[in-house]
């Protein structure tokens, strides 16, 4: 780890999806809380990634570095580890690049750090319509900062699903009464943790090298390290921007399982 501290990274997981990521850029700029750095882990996009980031970066917004390695399938949790290895914040908040975070998103992720918990978040579904009418422009005009009626009006069609997720709840006493503090697992798309914590675990286990299933992997093995779950439901937003999914690879399912029986801490394959 070199340069200046941080008190946060942000670690940004992408893979050939360069509009999504001119989108994030874009919500990224806006954070109200600005002492964080990014490290771009990409599974080995093309050119018209590499352009983006470059443009960004020259922007001077915040310290970026972009991670990149050799497309060879899908091999997230390596590239994931390298950025935890290379990590300066005190917490490590994980964002997926096609996730639009809300411009308080870090700063619900720092001020809600406690020890002995990892945060876990929610997002909105953005529907294909909305998406594709999305673009770099509007989200650094505050699109997301309060639900806009045409992303209501999206929601009323069918189109945006988890309308109630574009609220945000500060007040302990209101997220009480809205049972925002009960949350049932993490999602790899917004979470946040301790550093030490995620070295102390491993970080990622490079075992599951297709799609899915790694970061309730990650998850179980910070509950039986003997941290407990904290939720930001109703705070650190962020809308998923629409495309094509893609299926679970089978043989992750059983890494799972095998983590769940052995009751296990540190990753098979991690960062040592």
């Known amino acids: 780890m070199t340069g200046a501290p941080v008190r946060a990274t942000l670690i940004l997981a992408t893979y050939e999806m360069p509009r999504h990521l001119k989108l994030v850029f874009a919500a990224l700029a806006q954070q109200s809380f600005r002492d964080f750095e990014i490290l771009l882990c990409d599974d080995g996009s093309g050119a018209e990634t590499k352009a983006i980031v470059d443009e960004f970066k020259s922007r001077g917004y915040f310290h970026l570095e972009h991670l990149w390695q050799e497309n060879r399938?899908?091999?997230?949790?390596?590239?994931?580890?390298?950025?935890?290895?290379?990590?300066?914040g005190e917490i490590l908040v994980f964002l997926d690049g096609d996730c639009v975070p809300h411009r308080h998103f870090m700063r619900d992720h720092w001020e809600n750090r406690e020890k002995g918990r990892f945060l876990a978040g929610r997002r909105v579904e953005l529907g294909r319509e909305i998406s594709e009418r999305l673009?770099?422009?509007?989200?650094?005009?505050?699109?997301?900062?309060?639900?806009?009626?045409?992303?209501?009006?999206?929601?009323?069609?069918?189109?945006?699903?988890?309308?109630?997720?574009?609220?945000?709840?500060?007040?302990?006493?209101?997220?009480?009464?809205?049972?925002?503090?009960?949350v049932d697992d993490m999602k790899g798309c917004n979470f946040s943790a301790f550093r030490v914590d995620m070295e102390a675990i491993n970080g990622f286990d490079e075992s599951y090298e297709g799609y899915g299933r790694e970061d309730t992997d990650v998850e179980l093995r910070l509950q039986n390290y003997g941290l407990r779950i904290k939720s930001l439901k109703g705070l650190a937003l962020q809308y998923h921007v629409w495309h094509e999914r893609r299926g679970f690879t089978p043989q992750n399912d059983q890494l799972l399982e095998d983590v769940r029986h052995a009751r296990r801490i540190r990753a098979v394959r991690g960062l040592n």
């Open 73 to 88: 399938g899908f091999r997230k949790c390596r590239i994931l580890n390298e950025a935890i290895r290379r990590a300066r």
């Open 135 to 182: 673009t770099p422009e509007s989200v650094a005009r505050g699109f997301f900062d309060f639900p806009r009626p045409s992303l209501l009006l999206s929601g009323l069609r069918g189109d945006t699903e988890h309308l109630n997720r574009t609220l945000r709840f500060r007040h302990p006493w209101l997220r009480k009464l809205l049972k925002l503090e009960r």
